[in-house]
């Protein structure tokens, strides 16, 4: 007998549908431990429910999962195989479910890019949030040209955006050596055949100053990456990485990739020398606080709350508001610093193969990556 077609949910529509603050329920058919490593958390309306699907199938009924019966209900598994079993069984009990396709392995892939008012002299700004990270990367465009911010390795979403614009890629920057997750850099250098940016310190590994094997144009305090008719400054802000940057454009908009976030700043630690880079970091935010304007538009590589995002979707803030409502901009002294420092939790082990895989110094697989990227990043000092 033919197995019934599954009606199934493509996870870039789930996303569509959370961030749109429709009452999706998102059923995690997942163990525990599986979602401790990361989960849907997309939206601030998502009902979210876990079960695994032999406890599902064991129900006598289904009255105990407290399911809204008037919204439809998106089951998600790892790859989006046991998801179909458990959709057609939610199905016969009356259930409108939906299998997401490819699981959590394909929501963590998916990139949601969204709009913002471009500063002088661009005019395009879209932000791109790859939701199943916490991760955000950026395409700029000024007079048909445009510059790329830290992309992860799935570059269709960027080439999507590029085509919309009707933009052509002219450079690619990496704020900083990731940890969290596989630089898409390197591959859209050779893609589109422009030059990839990034910080001299960040070219060698932090763990034994091996140098990387990437083929990059190194930048540096003060200098300027120009495309169509603007540019952008890079300001060295060192601490999450020694070469970490932020790149200031016209108008008071920043990139701060993991130095300065909406609710936090970047750890130290992730290079295995926080005792050497802590301080460094501390120079650099004392700075920032000091001198970096109030109406400084602070676009950063990372959030990890939906409280970190403004009432567009978007995640940013100006540097007023950071300044009063970031708990890290309360920190008095040095020795209050090291100690909020100290209490991060330690980083998922994978960030160290990560870190060296985005210098060129490991190969890593498609199913490897996936493994090793697996859940929302743990950048976030405190
Ligand atoms: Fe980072």
Redesign the pocket.
Known sequence: MPRPAVPELAPEDLARRLDDGEPVQVLDIRAAERLAAGRVTLGERLAFKNVTGSTLYALPDLGGLGLDPGAPVAVICGHGNSSQRATLFLRERGITAFSVTGGMAAWEKIVVPRRLAPPPGMSDLVQMDRVGKGALGYVLASDGEAVILDPGRHLEPYAAVLRDLGATPRAVVDT?A???YLSGAGAAARRWGIPYFLHEADTRSPFDDTPGRLPVRAVGDGDVIAFGRTTLRVEHTPG??LGSITLVAAGGVAFT??FVFVQSI?RPD?GGRAAEWGPILWRSFERARREWPGDRLVLP??YAAENERGADRTVGARMEAIQRENPAFRIADADEFARWIARTPPPPESYRTIKLANIGLLDVSDADAEILEAGA?Q?AAG
């Open positions: 900083h990731h940890a969290d999450h990485t990739g993991d970047g992730l590589a990372h990043n950048c």
